[in-house]
C-alpha cells in the first residue's frame, strides 16, 4: 500500500462559492490568532504555548465565536497543527519566523481524517460532499484510487480544487528492464546514457514577451501604496501575469510526467547525480559583478525544474519495482572523467565535446557524463530509499500527534 495524491477541479455554486470564501478567511484569522498567541505567550509571560494548548482551548473559543462551529473540529485542529509545524521549521532553522497570512495568501484547509467530507467517486470525476455545504461537482482521474485518508481544499487561480490523499496498490508496468544514467543541465534538459538527448523546452522564455508587454502596460497604472488601493486596470494587469505564469507551470509539470514515465518505462535502473539545487540557484552576493548572469543561471535553472523532475523519477521508478541511485557528485565528477578509460581532466563550461586525452574517445559532454553516472552506480549493491525529514511531505494528517500521544503514555507507565 502506497499513499497517494489526487487532485480534482471543483465546481461549487455561486452561494457554495461565497461560503467557501467565507470558511477560507475563518480559517485564516483561526491561524493568525494562533501565532499571536504564541508570540504573545512567550514575549510577555515567557511561556512557551504548544499544539496540545491550543488544542484544548477550541471547545471555549467556539463558544465565543459561534461561526466556526460549523467549520468542524478536525478542521480546525488541522489550521492549528499548521501553526505548529511552522514553529517547528522555524527551531530548526529550516525557515523563518512564521508571519501572519493575508486572505490573498491562504488558500484554503484541510480535512485530516474521513469526518466532515465524502468523495462520491470511483476516481474519475463525481462529486465532492462536505458538511454544511453540500455536494460539489469535480472534475479529474487519478492513475490509482483507493480508501480516502485527507481532503484539502485549495483556491488558486480563481478557480477551486480538492486535493485528495488516498491509500491504494500502485500500478506501473514497466516494458523494458534496462539501465540508464541522467545527467541535468541547462543547455540540454536531460542527457541519457543511451546516447539521447531531451532538449530543454524554455517555457518561461517563451512565455517571457508576452509577460514584458503586460508589465510594459502595468506600468503605466496606478500600482498599491500606503493607504490608497491600487487601480482597478492595474490589478487586471497583474492578473493577466499571473494567468501566464500559472499557465507555464502547468506545461512545466506536465511535461515533466511525460518525460518522467518514459523514462521509468523503460529502465528498472535509473542513476542521476547528487544536486544541491537550493545552492545552485542562490543569489548572487550583494556587490557582485556577474549579478545579471547569475540571475539569468536562476532562473534556467528553475524553468526545467530539475528538483521536481528528480522526485517524480525517483517515488515512479520505486512503484515500478525499479532502483534509482544518486550517487556523489563531488566524489564522481562525472562532467571531469572520461567514461571509457576513467581519465579526469577539468573543462571549461565553453567545451561541448568531451576528447579523451588518454584513449581518444569523443562524444557529447553531457552524454559521456550520463555514461560515468551509469558506470559508477552499477558498482554500488542497492539504492538508499530512505527518505529525508526535511524533504518529507506532510499531507495534513495526525501521524504525529498519535505517536507524541503514545510516547507521552509510555513514559508516564
Known amino acids: 500500500m502506497a499513499t497517494k495524491r489526487v487532485t480534482f477541479r471543483l465546481y461549487p455554486s455561486k452561494g457554495q462559492a461565497n461560503k467557501m470564501h467565507y470558511w477560507r478567511r475563518l480559517h485564516k484569522d483561526l491561524y493568525n490568532s494562533c501565532v499571536e498567541h504564541r508570540r504573545t505567550s512567550y514575549k510577555r509571560f515567557s511561556k512557551s504555548v504548544d499544539y496540545f494548548d491550543q488544542q484544548n482551548c477550541l471547545p471555549d ?19 492549528v497543527k499548521r501553526v505548529d509545524f511552522a514553529f517547528k521549521r522555524f527551531f530548526k532553522l529550516k525557515s523563518g519566523y512564521p ?147 500559472s499557465q507555464v507551470a502547468r506545461q512545466r509539470q506536465d511535461w515533466q510526467h511525460k518525460v518522467s514515465t518514459q523514462i521509468v518505462s523503460c529502465n528498472s535502473l535509473v542513476a542521476t547525480e547528487k544536486l544541491n539545487i537550493k545552492g545552485m540557484t542562490r543569489k548572487a552576493k550583494k556587490g557582485s559583478q556577474r549579478k545579471r548572469q547569475k540571475t539569468g543561471l536562476n532562473r534556467s535553472l528553475l524553468d526545467v525544474g530539475i528538483g521536481n523532475l528528480k522526485d517524480l523519477i525517483k517515488y515512479k521508478v520505486i512503484e515500478a519495482g525499479g532502483f534509482y541511485i544518486e550517487i556523489p557528485t563531488q566524489k564522481v565528477k562525472p562532467s571531469q572523467t572520461c567514461p571509457n578509460c576513467g581519465h579526469q581532466k577539468k573543462k571549461t563550461l565553453a567545451e561541448r565535446v568531451h576528447h579523451c586525452e588518454r584513449c581518444g574517445y569523443q562524444c557529447d559532454r553531457d552524454i559521456a557524463a550520463a555514461m560515468v553516472i551509469l558506470n559508477y552506480a552499477r558498482g554500488m549493491e542497492r539504492a538508499s530509499t530512505d527518505a529525508d525529514e526535511s524533504t518529507s511531505t506532510w499531507c495534513g494528517s495526525f501521524k504525529q500527534v498519535a505517536q507524541m500521544k503514545r510516547r507521552k503514555r509510555t513514559s508516564q507507565s
Open 61 to 79: 473559543f467556539k463558544e465565543e465565536w459561534i461561526e466556526y462551529k460549523e467549520l468542524g473540529s478536525h478542521a480546525l485542529q488541522d489550521t
Open 99 to 245: 508571519k501572519f497570512k493575508s486572505s490573498r495568501h491562504y488558500k484554503g484547509w484541510t480535512y485530516p481524517c474521513s469526518s466532515g467530507w465524502k468523495a462520491c467517486t470511483n476516481g474519475k470525476n463525481g462529486y465532492l460532499k462536505i458538511s454544511n455545504l453540500g455536494n460539489i461537482k469535480m472534475r479529474g482521474q487519478a492513475r490509482d484510487w483507493g480508501k480516502t485518508k485527507t481532503c484539502t481544499i485549495i483556491f488558486q487561480q480563481d478557480k477551486w480544487y480538492a486535493s485528495i490523499t488516498v491509500d491504494c496498490v500502485p500500478t506501473r508496468p514497466q516494458t523494458d528492464v534496462g539501465a540508464m544514467g541522467l545527467d541535468f543541465g541547462v543547455y540540454h534538459a536531460i542527457a541519457e546514457s543511451n546516447g539521447n538527448i531531451i532538449e530543454n523546452p524554455r517555457f518561461v522564455k517563451l512565455a517571457q514577451v508576452k509577460i514584458n508587454k503586460i508589465a510594459k502596460t502595468s506600468r503605466r497604472k496606478k500600482p498599491p501604496q500606503k493607504g490608497v488601493k491600487a487601480s482597478r486596470r492595474w490589478r487586471k494587469a497583474n492578473k493577466a501575469i499571473d494567468k501566464i505564469q
